[in-house]
């Protein structure tokens, strides 16, 4: 088992920037990688970024390039993301994930096995 605890949301206004974070607990030794999802309200999950945990690699949704940056601390077993130049459009429920297993994509929510709970951010116009 793993558990994830996301923290860092909040209220900005546009043109700011927020850092989430998501601590992994339980069996991090067999995580093969980490990402974030949103969701906003009336829409369905999507990815925004991944990292795998061994080798690092990095995967963004296109909406966030350029914006957004994830990154890890293996020996916190910690995954963050930096938000940049937030937009009223990135508003939604972040969502930190976790996989156990090896998948060959990064960008689907059915190839994550674990999740925290959410955490709202919120970009004001």
């Known amino acids: 088992q793993v558990q994830l605890v996301e923290s860092g949301g909040g209220t900005v206004q546009a043109g700011g920037s927020l850092r989430l974070s998501c601590a992994a607990s339980?069996?991090?030794?067999?995580?093969?990688?980490m990402g974030w999802f949103r969701q906003a309200p009336g829409k369905e999950r999507e990815f925004v970024a991944a990292?795998?945990?061994?080798?690092?690699?990095?995967y963004y949704a296109d909406s966030v390039k350029g914006r957004f940056t994830i990154s890890r601390d293996n020996a916190k077993s910690t995954v963050y993301l930096q938000m940049n130049i937030l937009k009223p459009e990135d508003t939604a429920v972040y969502y930190c994930?976790?996989?156990?297993?090896?998948?060959?994509?990064?960008?689907?929510?059915?190839?994550?096995?674990?999740w925290g709970q959410g955490t709202q951010v919120t970009v004001s116009s």
């Open positions: 339980g069996r991090t030794f067999s995580m093969d990688a």
């Open positions: 994930a976790a996989r156990t297993y090896y998948s060959s994509t990064y960008y689907f929510s059915y190839e994550y096995n674990y």
């Open positions: 990292i795998s945990w061994s080798g690092g690699s990095i």
